[in-house]
């Protein structure tokens, strides 16, 4: 009985600090004044990746009502070439997509891209996106 007290309470206090991760990379992400797109999860992390690749989870996801997930049509690896411009046309050429884990810029202005990629050491890419 002991373990699974001890289960539920590492599973309460792993939600507990993604919610408030989460919220605190929210309110990071409003100071910017882009459109956001809030995700539950984080698109690097080891479950997500082995959940929507081996599960038919993300067909799921997007068909849910409201736009509920909405977050689930750019939270995987090489959404891009899935999606192409189509949710840069609601959102905007800018967008950020804020999880528990970090805000990500999403660009899909050629000229804004051109001024970034050449400002290398002004934004700095995490090692772990490599």
Known sequence: ?????????????????????LFA???????????ILISPIFSLNPFWILLHRCTP??????????????WARCNYIGWQFDEKYALHKELGDAFLLVSPRNVELMVADPDAVNMILGRRKEYIKPAMMY
């Open 25 to 35: 990379n929210y309110q990071s992400a409003r100071q910017i004044g882009l459109p």
């Open 57 to 70: 989870i993300l067909p799921v996801l997007k068909s849910l009502p409201f736009n509920l997930a909405k």
């Open 1 to 21: 009985m002991a373990w699974l007290f001890l289960l539920g309470s590492a599973l309460a206090a792993w939600l507990l600090w993604n919610v408030i991760s």
